[in-house]
Nanobody, 112 residues
Framework: QVQLVESGGGLVQAGGSLRLSCSASGSSTGLTTMGWYRQAPGQERELVARVGSGGRTTYLDRFTISRDSAKNTVYLQIDSLKSEDTAVYYC??????????WGRGTLVTVSS
């Protein structure tokens, strides 16, 4: 069973930057796509960024996703943080059998 654990969230000043990390454990050798979603209060969960096993990436402006395959870890770099970036950020992964996994989420709060 795949377990995803996020880290790096917290309180940050507007205009600053941070990097979130997500590490996969358990039966994680067969992961294909890994990505990040976020959900703000009263909003639907939305895709922020994702990266496939071949290295292809998709991300929103100011967001950069990277992957360390050896460590089975994915990172999310956020630059020029704004108040609207405040949300719970969730790590997501898919394995070769198209099973989906989710982390518990990490809260990012941007102060102005």
């Amino acid at each position: 069973q795949v377990q995803l654990v996020e880290s790096g969230g917290g309180l940050v000043q507007a205009g600053g930057s941070l990097r979130l990390s997500c590490s996969a454990s358990g039966s994680s050798t067969g992961l294909t796509t890994m990505g990040w979603y976020r959900q703000a209060p009263g909003q639907e969960r939305e895709l922020v960024a994702r990266v496939g096993s071949g290295g292809r990436t998709t991300y929103l402006d100011r967001f950069t996703i990277s992957r360390d395959s050896a460590k089975n870890t994915v990172y999310l770099q956020i630059d020029s943080l704004k108040s609207e970036d405040t949300a719970v950020y969730y790590c997501n992964a898919m394995d070769v059998r198209r099973m989906m996994y989710w982390g518990r989420g990490t809260l990012v709060t941007v102060s102005s």
